[in-house]
């Protein structure tokens, strides 16, 4: 029975998982994100002492992920130091010659949801994380999107809300970016303490949803999803959930003609049905899939 490594590497912490080809979870470690000579070698000794047969990694990102390039599976240009051009696949893979495929954490959980979860059937369909920042995978026509790099949805630019006192944003890269505006440290900067311990009825929580809105918008008129899927630390604020659906009609002034947006928006925006393992179970997809090709091949 072959065994599949999944790795979902977060910038606080990493997930391992070890899976049965059919997806049975059979074992897990959790490891805090420390630095690379730290965190590497117990996450080695596990895939090793589990002898395992394809490796997929979802992880945070930037990630340089063109199969060609010279630093392929590589992290590029994080602000965690340590981990900046960081080989993570190579690194995890070693000598071993076995199957191994990377992707975006948020690529990773967006094709977790879309074979497995809210989103099952679907072939078009974007999963946004926001939490300590925004991210954004992105599954189009059946395949998860890269293209140049990969999608950074969680850097669109946004128009400010009237209301918003710092409407410029926290990113160090852009002003009003939405990772800027709407990722937790943003609202934790807008009120001067920790989101988490705000009531529901916080004015904050309206201009955040106008945010996401905003986001959720230039996603259907881009991408033209069937789904999207909204995870991460700040949506368990589940009072967001209808504000950012009945913003999104708003905004969308009736432009969009399909049900799906008009009559069934609680189905359209949705949060995910695998939080909190989205990534980790995408992780093991991708290695399950990179088995599956090697094996086609021949
Ligand atoms: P990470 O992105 O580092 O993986 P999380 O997805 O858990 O972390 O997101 C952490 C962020 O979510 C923090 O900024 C925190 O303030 C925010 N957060 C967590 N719970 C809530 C809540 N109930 N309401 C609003 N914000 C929250
Ligand atoms: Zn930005």
């Not at 002898?51 to 930037?62: N, Q």
Request: hydrophobic share 40%; aromatic share 6%.
């Amino acid at each position: 029975m072959s065994k599949i490594g999944a790795l979902e590497a977060g910038g606080t912490k990493m997930v391992l998982g070890i899976f049965t080809e059919a997806g049975e979870e059979l074992d897990r470690l959790t490891l805090p994100t420390l630095t690379p000579a730290e965190t590497l070698p117990p996450m080695r000794a596990f895939f090793d002492g589990h002898g395992i047969d394809a490796l997929g990694i979802g992880s945070f990102g930037p990630l340089a992920l063109n199969e060609q390039a010279h630093n392929y599976g590589s992290i590029t240009s994080t602000p965690k130091l340590a981990w900046r051009d960081f080989p993570l696949l190579p690194a995890l893979r070693g000598e071993r010659s076995i199957p191994c495929a990377m992707d975006t954490d948020v690529n990773a959980a967006v094709l977790a949801e879309a074979e497995l979860g809210v989103a099952k059937g679907l072939t078009d369909v974007v999963y946004i994380t926001v939490g300590t920042g925004v991210g954004g995978g992105v599954l189009s026509g059946g395949r998860l999107v890269h293209g140049l790099l990969h999608p950074e949805v969680g850097h669109m630019l946004l128009r400010p809300h009237p209301d918003d006192p710092n409407p410029r944003g926290v990113c160090p890269y852009h002003d009003g970016c939405l990772e800027g505006l709407a990722a937790g440290p943003a609202i934790g900067a807008r009120i001067g303490g920790d989101a988490r311990d705000l009531p529901d009825d916080h004015p904050t929580f309206r201009i955040e949803a106008e945010y996401l809105a905003q986001m959720c918008v230039n996603l259907i008129m881009t991408l033209s999803p069937q789904c999207i899927i909204l995870g991460g630390g700040v949506m368990q604020r589940e009072a967001l959930y209808p504000l950012v659906r009945a913003r999104t009609q708003a905004l969308l002034g009736g432009y969009v003609q399909s049900p799906a947006v008009l009559e069934h928006i609680d189905r359209m925006i949705v949060p995910p049905a695998l939080f909190p393992v989205s990534g980790l179970v995408g992780s093991y997809l991708l290695g399950k899939q990179a088995l599956d090709r090697t094996r086609a091949k021949g």
